[in-house]
């Protein structure tokens, strides 16, 4: 089994945890319909359509 030859120092321990808050939230697109914004690839919340085609009443 792999062992690490020497010890992390706390400065590159924490370097690496630090990193997990750099992730984005996801942008937001514009509605074709109704011209909301909604998540991309999903059906829009407002009129429930999605590529032209109603898929929530």
Same mark, same amino acid.
């Given at each position: 089994?792999? #062992?690490?030859?020497?010890?992390?120092?706390?400065? /590159?321990?924490?370097? =690496?945890?630090?990193?997990?808050?750099?992730?984005?939230?996801?942008?937001? #697109?514009?509605?074709?319909?109704?011209?909301?914004? /909604?998540?991309?690839? =999903?059906?829009?919340?407002?009129?429930?359509?999605?590529?032209?085609?109603? #898929?929530?009443?």
């Amino acid at each position: 089994m792999a #062992v690490p030859k020497r010890r992390k120092s706390k400065a /590159r321990k924490n370097m =690496r945890r630090a990193n997990w808050k750099k992730v984005e939230a996801p942008d937001l #697109v514009e509605c074709p319909q109704c011209h909301e914004l /909604r998540l991309p690839h =999903r059906a829009c919340l407002k009129c429930g359509y999605y590529k032209g085609q109603e #898929v929530i009443k």
